[in-house]
């Protein structure tokens, strides 16, 4: 700080009144009052913990918090006081990338979560979940949600949906089953079935003519597909 001569701060006082600067009023309190206040960049959230006792809260924390930052939080902004913290970083399951819609790209691990168990010197009872969530409208979340899966599971179906049984086929074959248990049908072979002679598949390539086909094998299905 330059400090000015006499000379010097009549000429600025001078000049400020020229100018139409006033100066500011003299008191006997500095400009600034109180501590700063810095806004957080974090986020800190309290997890429903039914199997903890009253004197533990749990709470999920930002990876780069330590011990001496969630007490110093959880004072200074509530006034909760803590006797020892616990903390645990918990890794995240394996999962894939989705590539085109599909999901058979690499894969990856989320990122990890790390959670504090904090003694309090007080007990606190986590609120009771509410029975009725209809001011909450719980029923047009609920199938707003639903609508949302079932589209994703429309226009992206899963990797192993390949691998689910053929449930038309399954109930074509219970169908049939019960006829012959039943003797509204008479059990032939399969050739003999499809009205197709062995040497007709050797000339036809090993395609069945539509026309022979059965209904119960045809429904639901392209003709001439195995």
Known sequence: MVRLSSVQAKALRRLQNQAGIQAPP????????????????????????????????QFRVPLNFNKFDLRSYLWHLYGVGSLSIRSYVQAQPITRISRDNKGFGPWRR??????????????F??????????????????????????MQEKENPKPNKGEKPDQELRDAYKEQAKALLEKK???RPTWKALG??????AKNGGFIPSSTLPAWYSKHRKHGAR
């Open 196 to 201: 197709l002679e062995p040497h007709q598949a």
């Open 26 to 57: 003299k008191t006997k309190w500095p400009s600034v009052v109180g501590k700063p206040v810095y806004l957080p960049q974090f986020r800190v959230a309290l997890v429903r913990t039914p199997n903890l006792t009253p004197r533990y809260a």
């Open 125 to 150: 009872v986590y609120p009771t979940q509410p029975k009725d969530l209809s001011p909450w409208e719980n029923e047009s979340w609920s199938k707003a949600e639903k609508w949302q899966l079932d």
């Open 110 to 123: 989320p990122k990890s979560q790390k959670r504090m168990t904090v003694e309090l010197k007080e007990p």
């Open 185 to 187: 049908e008479t059990w």
